[in-house]
């Protein structure tokens, strides 16, 4: 028998995890220096790893997971990583990102 069940909670990580490079480029400057970034972009996947499994836990009244919550936290990273390398830097994404509110005043 096979049984195919994504927790809601594995899925709404993963899709934060696609805008985290997203709102780090939006908080940091181009010259923050890329160590900065990274380090903002780990500790940001974490928060979403473990308040994701939180909020899975209290939902459905069971024990808090810190297992599947670093699980979903390392996901998170992972996805993240994946996205800012393979999609937002290469298309500027990011660069555009970081410009906004510079050019204003």
Known sequence: MI????????????LVATVLPL???????TITHPG?????LAVL?????LLSELGAALTDGT?????IGLL?????FLTAVGMHFGLYKPT???KKL?????HAA
Do not use: W
């Open 23 to 29: 709102l780090v480029g939006l908080v940091t400057s």
């Open 3 to 14: 049984e195919f069940v994504v927790p809601p909670a594995l899925i709404i990580g993963v």
């Open 63 to 67: 024990t808090y997971n810190l297992g």
């Open 98 to 102: 970081q410009s906004i509110g510079r």
């Open 92 to 94: 500027g994404t990011d």
């Open 45 to 49: 996947s974490a928060v979403t790893g």
């Open 36 to 40: 900065k970034r990274a380090v903002l």
């Open 72 to 76: 979903t936290a390392l996901a998170a």
